[in-house]
Each structure stands twice: as structure tokens, then as C-alpha cells.
Nanobody, 119 residues
Framework: QVQLVESGGQLVQAGGSLRLSCAAS????????MGWFRQAPEKEREFVGL????????SYADSIKGRFTISRDNAKNTVYLQMNSLKPEDTAVYYC????????????WGQGTQVAVSA
């Protein structure tokens, strides 16, 4: 089992920046991939990006490419989502997720952290 706890969400003005954190605990040695997702009100959950736990270049959704950056600190079992040039349409609950496999659905999810971007 893996437990994930997100933090860092808050209200920010458009054009501002935020850094979200996702702390993993439990059987972290089994994690292959960490992902970030978001869900805006009355919308489907949307993929934001992912990174492998062992390294490699993160991949991102086109909607946020160039503005968001995923990084990780394996020593702290933490993954970060740096969000720059925020827009009102970035308003959503942001979730991190983990999976043991290299591909396929994510097995573990955090409780989410709310990001609100005002115009």
C-alpha cells in the first residue's frame, strides 16, 4: 500500500505561481510512476503530467506544457508540481497518483488539494 498526501493548493491571482507537493509513504519502493491529475468543477478528471520514480524526462498534457514542471525528490519521497503563469482555467482540485506498473491505470490516489486562480 502507498499513501499520498498533497499540499500547497491555495487561491492565487492569474499570472502567479504555485508549487504543489505530494508526499508518498508506505511501500514506496514499489512505485514506478507518479502522476498529477486535476478535476475542475463539473468536468472530468484530466491528466496533467507524470514522471518515473527512477528518473527520466517527465511528460505533460498539451494544455499545461511550458507552464508546469514536475520534479521529484526521492530522498523525501516527494513529487512536486511547479505551476507558473497560472490561468483561471487552471482552477481545479489537483491530485497526485502512483502506480507500480510502467503503464496502465494508477493504483493509489491522494485526497487532492484545491487550486483557485482568480482573474
Amino acid at each position: 500500500q502507498v499513501q499520498l498526501v498533497e499540499s500547497g493548493g491555495q487561491l492565487v491571482q492569474a499570472g502567479g505561481s504555485l508549487r504543489l507537493s505530494c508526499a508518498a509513504s508506505g511501500v514506496t519502493s514499489g512505485i514506478n510512476t507518479m502522476g498529477w491529475f486535476r478535476q475542475a468543477p463539473e468536468k472530468e478528471r484530466e491528466f496533467v503530467g507524470l514522471v518515473t520514480w527512477s528518473g527520466g524526462i517527465p511528460s505533460y498534457a498539451d494544455s499545461i506544457k511550458g507552464r508546469f514542471t514536475i520534479s521529484r525528490d526521492n530522498a523525501k519521497n516527494t513529487v512536486y508540481l511547479q505551476m507558473n503563469s497560472l490561468k483561471p482555467e487552471d482552477t481545479a482540485v489537483y491530485y497526485c497518483a502512483a502506480r507500480f506498473a510502467a503503464f496502465g491505470p494508477f493504483d493509489y490516489w491522494g485526497q487532492g488539494t484545491q487550486v483557485a486562480v482568480s482573474a
